[in-house]
């Protein structure tokens, strides 16, 4: 799957590996931003309140 | 029967080699499934590295984040903050009876707490509110439906054990006798731990202007913590109580104790 995303970037080698470089970023960004916030609401680490059971 | 097993076997890897590179369109079922247990193998990699990163970001950049909002947040507090930073000459003089503020509202901050014990430089901001925006960046967070400092009841306040800037990471350090400083607007309100307590996570009387007695009119100024309990768990919580032992208004300067670090957190401006 990998290697057919970067086979089908557009321009020469290096531009290639520039663009895989940046998708990998804007994955990380992405999930930074708004994966992890949503899933550690599953997480139970977070719970310091009493009674208020917002999330389980 | 050695010459016909190495003539196979040197057959296999030609008959491969002719395979490996079928015209277009004609796929056997072998390359298909080869693809998939591919694709899918390279699918439980990322989502393995995910959770690993997912890790990695509850336990270190929720605080390094955490940490940066609150830093912030105290400044800006403290930069608002109309008072002297020296203490004032004589310590003794009584003030009369604590001045009460009202509670801001939702998200914005009530106030800075100083906990030595906590180390020289634990100065977190108390945040109006207990939802998930106020705890997870902000710092402490003030339940709304309960007292605000000095005055006589509950003030009560929740904050993360661990992630999101572990603000009462070492609750459990706390030890009688320990003074606990909340700066307000008004002035500074100096409470001492008295005891903690270990309830279930539904225990709503620990928040009651008497804790955990209903009914009762309150007689003095309590400050109740909560946390997570377990340290990385949270089947339990920690609550500690301190008791309001003196106030003195913004205008006679910070208590001499804590003087260092009010002056630090307006100097940082």
């Given amino acids: 799957m990998y290697a057919w995303i970067f086979r089908n970037l557009p321009g020469p080698l290096w531009l290639?590996?520039?663009?895989?470089?940046?998708?990998?970023?804007?994955?990380?960004?992405?999930?930074v931003e708004?994966?992890?916030?949503?899933?550690?609401?599953f997480t139970s680490l977070t719970d310091s309140t009493i009674g208020l059971v917002q999330q389980p | 029967m050695a010459?016909?097993?190495?003539?196979?076997a040197a057959a296999v890897p030609s008959a491969r080699g002719t395979q490996r590179k079928p015209p277009r369109g004609r796929l056997t079922a072998s390359d298909i499934l080869r693809k998939i247990s591919q694709v899918l193998g390279e699918l439980l990699i990322t989502a393995g590295i995910v959770l690993l990163l997912f890790v990695g970001w509850e336990l270190w950049w929720t605080n390094v984040e955490a940490d940066a909002k609150q830093t912030e947040a105290v400044k800006s507090f403290a930069q608002e903050f109309a008072g002297p930073v020296t203490p004032a000459v004589s310590q003794a003089t009584d003030y009369g009876p604590p001045v009460v503020g009202t509670a801001p509202a939702h998200g914005k901050t009530i106030g800075i707490m100083y906990i030595p014990r906590f180390g020289p430089d634990y100065t977190r901001p108390i945040i109006e509110g207990t939802d998930q925006d106020v705890l997870d960046t902000l710092g402490l967070g003030h339940y709304g439906n309960t007292s605000m400092p000095g005055a006589l009841g509950n003030f009560a306040v929740a904050g993360h054990r661990q992630t999101h800037g572990a603000v009462l990471d070492n609750i459990h350090t706390l030890v009688p006798g320990d003074k606990i400083y909340v700066q307000t607007p008004d002035?500074?309100?100096?409470?001492?731990?008295?005891?903690?307590?270990i309830v279930l996570p539904s225990?709503?009387?620990?928040?009651?202007?008497?804790?955990?007695?209903?009914?009762?009119?309150?007689?003095?100024?309590?400050?109740?913590?909560?946390?997570?309990?377990?340290?990385f768990g949270s089947q339990e919580r920690i609550i500690a109580y301190s008791v309001l032992e003196g106030w003195q208004p913004s205008s006679a300067g910070p208590p001499s104790e804590i003087a260092t670090q009010v002056a630090q957190a307006q100097g940082k401006g």
């Fill in chain 1, 16 to 31: 290639r590996i520039l663009i895989s470089v940046a998708l990998v970023a804007v994955a990380l960004v992405l999930m």
């Fill in chain 2, 187 to 197: 002035g500074y309100y100096t409470y001492v731990f008295r005891n903690n307590q």
């Fill in chain 2, 3 to 8: 010459d016909q097993q190495t003539t196979a």
């Fill in chain 2, 203 to 231: 225990q709503t009387d620990v928040l009651m202007p008497v804790p955990t007695q209903p009914g009762v009119t309150p007689r003095e100024s309590i400050l109740t913590m909560t946390s997570c309990n377990p340290r």
């Fill in chain 1, 34 to 41: 708004f994966l992890f916030p949503w899933f550690s609401q």
